[in-house]
């Protein structure tokens, strides 16, 4: 079982759909569900994450595609949408926030209003 990406014309994807095996070598299947949908089509791959698989095996496209990735042709990977204005995109082919997270046993969520009100500050303490 193979999952295959459907491309708008700007590269985001819209579809991801469960297909053919990659093994199963009788059509190129990228072009195949590409022609029957007239859309650019991708294959990627559930197990890869953060440019890693996580099953020891050979990364695919970088992170596993979701409806509103991106898929950048140059690169030939996938990478989720900007969650902040303020956070980077690493060679992982993740975001990033321009802090390190803290590591003190407590949980936090990012506030981008406050760290564009002080670069310092970003991580806040989450209490919900």
């Known amino acids: 079982m193979a999952h295959y990406a459907f491309l708008n014309d700007n590269n985001i994807v819209t579809e991801v759909i469960v297909g053919k095996d990659e093994t199963d070598t009788t ?3 990228e072009e195949f569900y590409g022609e029957i949908r007239n859309q650019t089509c991708k294959r990627t791959s559930y197990n890869t994450e ?3 698989h996580t099953g020891g095996g050979t990364a695919l496209r970088a992170n596993y595609a979701g409806v509103g990735y991106t898929y950048d042709a140059d690169n030939d990977v ?3 949408p900007r969650p902040y204005a303020s956070w980077v995109l ?3 082919w993740e975001w990033v926030a321009p802090i390190t997270h803290p590591d003190d046993g407590n949980r936090y969520r990012w506030d981008e ?3 564009q ?3 310092n500050v970003g991580w ?3 209490n919900g």
Do not use: Q
Request: charged share 10%; hydrophobic share 45%.
């Open 90 to 92: 690493a060679s992982t």
């Open 27 to 29: 059509h190129n299947w």
């Open 50 to 52: 953060g440019n890693v």
């Open 124 to 126: 806040v303490v989450y």
């Open 117 to 119: 009100a002080d670069n």
């Open 113 to 115: 209003d406050a760290y």
């Open 78 to 80: 996938f990478y989720a």
